[in-house]
Structure formats: C-alpha cells, structure tokens
C-alpha cells in the first residue's frame, strides 16, 4: 500500500474488451485515477484474467493465465480495473487457483488483497467525493452481477455520476437481473441470454433515458447490441466515459471509439 500523503502507485487491469473493443475506457480510466492524485502505469505484460477459462471450467489455463499476469501487478500498491468481473476475477477467484501451491497462492492473495474495481477504489480507497464533467441527459444505469455481487459494488457509481453536471440517474425497475452475456453463457446458452437481455432492453426503454451507463463492457456491448437491433436511439457508454467527460466519441455500437 502507499505511505501516507505519499501518491499511490496504481497498475491499471485494463480488461481484454477495453484493449480490443473500447479503448476509450481505459483512457478514461487513467483521467480519473489521475485526477484522484495517483501514478497509473499500464504494464504491457498484463493479459487476460482468465475468467473465460474459469467459466468453462478450465482451471489449468485459468491458473497459467494468472501466473504469467501476476508478477507484473506486484510492484504496484493497487490494481485497479474499470470492470467489475475482471477485477472480481482476479481478487476473489485467482487465490483458489493455487490452492495446491502454498507459495503460489500467497503471491495471488497478496496481489487480490489490493485490487479494485475503479468506481469503488475512487470513492472508497481515493475518497474522490465529486467529478468535473457534464452531461445534459437522463440515463439508466445497470449494475453488473460481479461488481455488484461480488465487489458490492452499487452506490459508488451513483454517487459520483451524482456530481455529473446536467445528468440524471435512474434506476432500472428490476436491477439486480442479468443482462444475460455473463461471459461464456451467452455462448452455451443463446436462446436464454436472448430472452434475459430482451427482458433488460424493455426495463431500460421503460425509464425513458436517453443514456445507458454501466462498468463492464461485456454488460454494454451485449445490451448495446440489443437495443441497436430493436432500433432503440438510446446511447450506451462506460460510466468511466462520462465520469472523466470524455463523450466525444461515438458511444458503443456506433462507429469507431
């Protein structure tokens, strides 16, 4: 951890969809970490969390992805990824990957210890209170299950999107349901992330928001794709995009980010 008064030296878990689909994010992430008075490096050996292994039951590659990502996340006092699966992943999964490697397991509890999902580590680790940024427009926001379920993650976003000048926040009418993509489910069971995310796409058109905001990407470009194929005009960002005001670019699902 860092000493105090001293500024904290974050790692930032930028997530496979954020380096591949929504660079954006990660840009947005580092503005904000900055702007809450911490050092951001990205380490170029990160890779993936191996949650999709996990899922499917492949803890042997789920366990060589993490070891291989491990040592470069050690140097830093915090990890901090702007999603609540990757980071609920790496802090309450990684450990039980090694637990039949005592030394193993140390090094990944000392590492899951200090990682955070990047609304909570602002409120709760960086005590940021408010944001300088505008948006004029009303939006809905999803909480995804792991940052909700497992990070606990609900009022930190709100209560900085609560200082978003111009914005309005509304909450879905069922917002503890899934949207349905949870990882490789939407691939072994299609028609039944088909119904759930049609079930999401209605409670979202029902709170008349122009705006749908969450932290995982899998969670947006999911629900993004479904309301884009109803023909919906509602717009769908990363709550980091708005948090740093950076929504200059198309939002997701519409061009190039």
């Known amino acids: 951890m860092a000493e105090p008064g001293s500024r904290p030296n974050v790692a930032l878990f930028v997530t496979c969809l954020a380096d591949l689909f929504r660079p954006t994010v990660g840009l947005a992430a580092v503005k904000l970490l900055e702007q ?10 990160q890779t993936c969390c191996g949650q999709p292994a996990y899922n499917s039951g492949d803890r042997t590659n789920a366990a060589e992805i993490a070891r291989r990502t ?12 702007p999603s609540g699966s990757c980071a609920g992943m790496i802090r309450k999964h ?31 680790v960086c005590g940021m209170q408010s944001v300088d940024a505008e948006y004029d427009g009303v939006a809905a926001y999803h909480d995804s299950c792991s940052g909700l379920r497992e990070l ?28 349905g993509f949870g990882g490789t ?51 769908v960002r990363h709550v980091a995009e708005v948090l740093a005001g950076d929504t200059g670019t198309p939002p997701i699902g519409e061009g190039e980010p």
């Open 185 to 235: 489910f939407a691939v072994k069971y299609p028609d039944i992330s088909g119904r759930m995310v049609s079930d999401k796409a209605d409670d979202i058109e029902a709170t008349g928001a122009d705006l749908l905001l969450a932290g995982d990407l899998g969670c947006l470009m999911n629900m993004a794709g479904k309301l884009k194929r109803s023909g919906s005009a509602i717009k």
């Open 70 to 81: 491990i040592p470069a996340l050690l140097p830093f006092d915090y990890v901090v990824a």
């Open 94 to 124: 990684w450990p039980a990957l090694f637990e039949n490697d005592p030394e193993m397991s140390k090094i990944a509890i000392s590492v899951a210890e200090k990682t955070w999902e990047l609304t909570s580590f602002l409120t709760d």
């Open 36 to 45: 809450a008075g911490c050092e951001v490096a990205v380490p170029r050996a």
């Open 152 to 179: 606990g993650v609900r009022e930190q976003p709100r209560k900085l999107l609560g200082t978003v000048k111009g914005l309005t926040v509304k909450d879905l009418a069922h917002p503890e349901e899934c949207c």
